[in-house]
């Protein structure tokens, strides 16, 4: 299947949609240099998720060096015809690091691990096809 | 509940804000919205997802959209990979 995406007009970002839980949708950029999966924590605690729903921490390489974070599990989770369940995605303040975007994360490889995929930058599409 | 707008006034009523909508229409593209009831607004994003948290129960469908533009000022480039242990 083939979707469509749009570019975030000054950066070039790919932005994509992606359902959390089946009822938020949630703008963010498809990053496929990024192994996992990250959503700012303002966004993740409007979804209703607590400090205490956190099952562990890792540590990221980021922007300003090397940080602990928090890892939740959702429930659904689901973009480009895709849903994963109980999908570990890693959490991060992306306010309070400066970090000032319309959207609410970055979609990783771990999301599209195991599936075949292509990005068309021409047509702006992203097509699945496994 | 409140009323349905459309984008344009919403952007109108709420400039350069993030804005907490229930039942949203999306376009085509599943990205841009078309239209949804206003359930909370602020400049400030925190705001916004703490205290519109309590205000979405009575919806089937929750989107978080900004209606002004960033301008980032920097590059962005790769983070956010996790650390092999």
């Known amino acids: 299947m083939t979707y469509k995406f749009k570019r975030e007009p000054e950066s070039g970002l790919i932005l994509i949609n992606i359902e959390i839980d089946k009822k938020y949708e949630l703008k963010m950029i498809l990053d496929t240099g990024a192994t996992n999966t990250t959503i700012d924590s303002n966004a993740l605690y409007l979804l209703g998720y607590d400090l205490k729903d956190c099952i562990g921490t890792v540590e990221i390489e980021t922007a300003n060096g090397i940080i602990e974070t928090e890892v939740f599990e959702i429930n659904s989770f689901s973009s480009v015809g895709i849903e994963k369940e109980k999908f570990e995605i890693q959490v991060y303040d992306f306010i309070a690091h400066g970090i000032f975007s319309d959207y609410n994360g970055l979609l990783g490889l771990d999301f599209l691990e195991g599936k075949k995929f292509c990005i068309d930058t021409n047509e702006n599409t992203i097509t699945i096809t496994k | ?85």
């Open chain 2, 1 to 85: 509940m409140g009323q349905l707008m459309n984008i344009a006034d919403i952007k109108a009523l709420y400039p350069d804000e993030w804005v907490l909508l229930g039942n949203p229409i999306m376009d085509e593209s599943e990205i841009d919205v078309l239209s949804g009831i206003p359930l909370f607004h602020s400049k400030d994003k925190k705001e916004v997802c703490y205290i519109g948290r309590g205000k979405t129960s009575n919806f089937d469908k929750i989107t978080l959209i900004y209606t002004g533009i960033f301008r980032p000022k920097r590059k962005i480039t790769g983070i956010f990979n996790r650390i092999a242990k």
